[in-house]
């Protein structure tokens, strides 16, 4: 199910550190870590879905918006801190945009990257789902 996972966050006068286990705060192993970062003001990543693959999105620095789609409704996430992320599970239409200047999006996933598992036609995930 699509939500918003709170890491943890250990504060230190030295600074603070948050941190993600694959199958403890993220319901799977990390396979894969990409991030998207130097993203032109109004440019837009994403519009796909994946067949098998789960996500897991951090806002590193800076802010964005990720709109999900589940097949019934769309949801829009504003990600503006570290100390949590967006669980997006396969089968979900997804596209990130409004990327502030110097923004970083973290992405975690359970599998490696392979063009099969897109999904990149919205009417064919309508269908799909
Ligand atoms: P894509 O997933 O379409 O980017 P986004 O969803 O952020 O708009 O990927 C863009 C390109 O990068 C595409 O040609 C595939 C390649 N790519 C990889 O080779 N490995 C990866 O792990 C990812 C995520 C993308």
Not at 63 to 71: A, K, N, R, Y
Not at 76 to 83: A, E, G, V
């Amino acid at each position: 199910m699509i939500r918003l996972v709170n890491l943890p966050k250990i504060v230190d006068d030295r600074g603070n550190l948050s941190l993600i286990e694959g199958d403890n705060q993220i319901p799977f192993e990390i396979e894969r870590v990409y991030w998207i970062y130097d993203v032109p003001g109004g440019e837009f990543r994403g519009s796909h879905a994946f067949k098998e693959t789960d996500e897991f999105i951090v806002a590193i620095s800076g802010s964005f918006d990720v709109i999900l789609h589940d097949g019934k409704e769309e949801k829009k996430f504003y990600l503006n801190r570290s100390y949590y992320g967006l669980y997006v599970p396969k089968l979900t239409w997804r596209r990130l945009e409004n990327f502030s200047t110097n923004s970083l999006a973290l992405v975690l996933a359970s599998k490696r990257y392979d063009e099969k598992e897109y999904i990149r036609d919205f009417n064919q995930f309508l269908n799909n789902i």
